[in-house]
Nanobody, 115 residues
Framework: QVQLVESGGGLVQAGGSLRLSCVASGTFFGINAMGWYRQAPGKQRELVAEINSGGITGVADSVKGRFTISRDNAKNTVYLQMNSLKHEDTAVYYC?????????WGQGTQVTVSS
């Protein structure tokens, strides 16, 4: 079982930056991938960025060049550095972990960008 604890969300003005963190804890046998999804009001949850155990990353086109994902394998932590935030980045951001073909989700952290 994997527990995910997210932090770093909040309110920021357009053009500002935030850094999200997610720590995975519990009993598990390796993490295949860690990433971030987001869900805005009235919209479906969408992938923002993901990084696998080899450090290979994937980033949504809508945030490419502005968001950077990284992970610390020793700390089972994944980060999302968000720069040049836009109003349309406003959403609940969810941490995601894939471990042994099981998907785990964090409780979500609100990111609000004021225009």
């Amino acid at each position: 079982q994997v527990q995910l604890v997210e932090s770093g969300g909040g309110l920021v003005q357009a053009g500002g930056s935030l850094r999200l963190s997610c720590v995975a804890s519990g009993t598990f046998f390796g993490i295949n991938a860690m990433g971030w999804y987001r869900q805005a009001p009235g919209k479906q949850r969408e992938l923002v960025a993901e990084i696998n155990s080899g450090g290979i990353t994937g980033v949504a086109d809508s945030v490419k060049g502005r968001f950077t994902i990284s992970r610390d394998n020793a700390k089972n932590t994944v980060y999302l550095q968000m720069n040049s935030l836009k109003h349309e980045d406003t959403a609940v951001y969810y941490c995601h972990v894939l471990s042994n073909n099981v998907n785990y989700w964090g409780q979500g952290t609100q990111v609000t960008v004021s225009s």
